[in-house]
């Protein structure tokens, strides 16, 4: 089955400074990769995803970069604010699959 | 707004006790999941239901039961309670009318056995 594994575990920025996050995944076939933000005590909201037949996609400040070859998908947030502050959770799911498989999650600080 | 909705919020128990955690959405959608949360681990399926009459074990399925009661239910049981089953549990729902679309979660369940 898919595996993701995604680093850092934990990442401290100051404000107005970029934060990157990024994750692996095993299954080539994958071609759905969410990314999810959950603030302390809150449920996980979807921030952004990207398909496979897409290299990149950008909303407002937050980017996410997929790279099929090398299998990986990163998580780009600029201009970094206090209310960025969160853990956040990337996923994949296989070709025709309703299932997602998420990394362990990334807790991001964002130091005023 | 269409939403799902889990109860309770939050369960105290002992071991050894039988508990039913509920879900129940106003989405729409035929896809609904169990997931449980631990510190530093994500989120681990627990049993996933695409209708009422289908139910699949995900990768921590041990201990655990479910129910697709109606469309809009699904409901996980603890059977006979122990500690390490203390966590956060969490309901999502999907739409199948198209693949490689989100999952939308509920606001959890925290259980804890003592």
């Known amino acids: 089955g898919e595996n993701v594994e995604q680093h850092p575990s934990t990442l401290s920025v100051q404000e107005g400074d970029s934060a990157v996050i990024k994750c692996t995944y095993s299954d080539s076939a994958s071609n759905y990769f969410p990314w999810y933000k959950q603030e302390l005590g809150k449920r996980p909201q979807l921030i952004i995803d990207i398909r496979s037949n897409v290299g990149e996609k950008k909303d407002q400040r937050i980017a996410v970069t997929l790279n099929k070859t090398a299998k990986h998908f990163s998580l780009h947030i600029t201009e970094t604010q206090p209310e960025d502050s969160a853990v956040y959770f990337c996923a994949a799911t296989g070709a025709g699959s309703y299932q997602l498989t998420f990394g362990k999650g990334t807790k991001l600080s964002v130091i005023p | 707004d269409a939403d799902v909705t889990q109860t309770p919020r939050n369960r105290i128990t002992k071991t050894g006790k039988r508990i039913m955690l509920e879900c129940s959405q106003t989405k729409g959608h035929d896809r609904m999941y169990w997931y449980r949360q631990d510190p530093g681990l994500g989120l681990r399926l627990i049993y996933y239901s695409f209708d009422v009459k289908d139910i699949n074990k995900g990768e921590i399925s041990d201990g655990y039961s479910v129910s697709r009661q109606a469309q809009a239910k699904f409901s996980l049981s603890l059977e006979s309670a122990i500690p390490n089953q203390t966590a956060l549990y969490f309901c999502?729902?999907?739409?199948?009318?198209?693949?490689?679309?989100?999952?939308?979660f509920g606001d959890g369940t925290r259980l804890s056995i003592l």
């Open positions: 999502a729902t999907g739409d199948s009318q198209s693949v490689n679309q989100p999952q939308h």
